[in-house]
């Protein structure tokens, strides 16, 4: 609002006075700021409770979501999981790691590692520089701890949030995906696990894709597995949120259950979530445990993330994404729905990040019962 429009002139536009009008005028001015101040608060409390109520609403529905006991059994499976960094098929892990490493899951419920065998260029091929010793690491392993598979974590971005990434609309791209499964599978590897993002609900390509590539994994005995975008914790929320900030983060219950029936794994990357307390993060997996099972064939082994790692921003605060919430989570979510799911486990991410910490929660409050094997020192730490 310009000096003119609130009253506030020079009256004769001199300089060296105002007029009577001008001087009422000028007088009154002040009175009404109090007025404006009043309804700037009112619109500005207002706005906070139209911010605030829907926030602490789901903040108590999550804490409730947390709250009541376990039930008994509902501990590992023998089907978790373990994604690991590239360094274990570059040449930089050695015979003294693979045996370090066979020790530390000796007595866990860990039946697979997702070893990064990528990531896939963006024209879906696979060079096979990108993983020149994973036939001495399937062989070590298969060695050091039998039954232990030994899947080809593959991966890449995906051109839906920006101009740059891979395409699945195009048959070409697809086409060569596939080739590049073939190609893993002939190295030796026991199953193909894939983690595409971002990856919007409803993707017909994604699900034409998976229908092939379980039709190869299935002829050659190995498991298909995908990493899973969470499930909407209300309804339609990534149609809202795809709409308002462009990006897709969860995926609607019905797409997650066409994703699941088409594959022999499913893992929930149950991270990442914002949630600025462990009793609201332990909630929310507690949720997506639920909302996931719903949905998920028994025929199909499905698998909840835990986080192994440390992150301080917006999306993952690291005092409360911690292994002992997601476990309760996982555990409460599995109580409720269905207690008795043989299907079942936990996917830890990431073993380069993991601390002892870690290792000591899921063996406590997930594996339990199992009587920990002697562990070796920490293995080194390294870039993925």
Known sequence: MSPAQDGRTDGDGDGNGVGEGEAETEKKAPASKPGRRRWIRRGALGLALVVLVPLLTVAVALRLNYAGS???GTHTRGKDAIWLGHAWVD???TDADVTAFARRLAGTGIRDLYVHAGPLEHDGTLPASAYPKAAWLIGAVHRAAPGIRVQAWLGDKLATESPDGMRLAEPDTRAAVVRSTRQILAA?????????EPLHSGDEHYLDLLDTLHQITRAHGVPLSVAAHQIDPLPALHSV?????????????????QVARRVDQIAVMSYDTATPLESLYGGYVAQQTSLALEVTPESTDLLMGLPF?????????????????????VRLGLSRTDADRAGFGVALYVDFAATEADWRAYERDWVAG??????????PRSAE
Do not use: C, I, M
């Not at 795809?242 to 019905?254: E, I, N, R, V």
């Not at 199992?370 to 293995?379: D, E, F, G, I, N």
């Open 188 to 196: 030796g590897f026991d199953g193909a696990h894939f983690d595409l």
């Open 309 to 329: 790692y440390r992150e301080n921003n917006f999306d993952h605060w690291a005092f409360a994404e911690t292994v002992p919430g997601a476990v309760r989570g």
């Open 70 to 72: 376990p039930a008994d």
């Open 91 to 93: 040449g930089r892990r």
């Open 370 to 379: 199992k009587a920990p094997a002697v562990r070796p020192t920490a293995l």
């Open 241 to 257: 949120t795809g709409t308002l900030a462009g990006h897709h983060k969860w995926w609607s219950q019905a797409y997650f259950g």
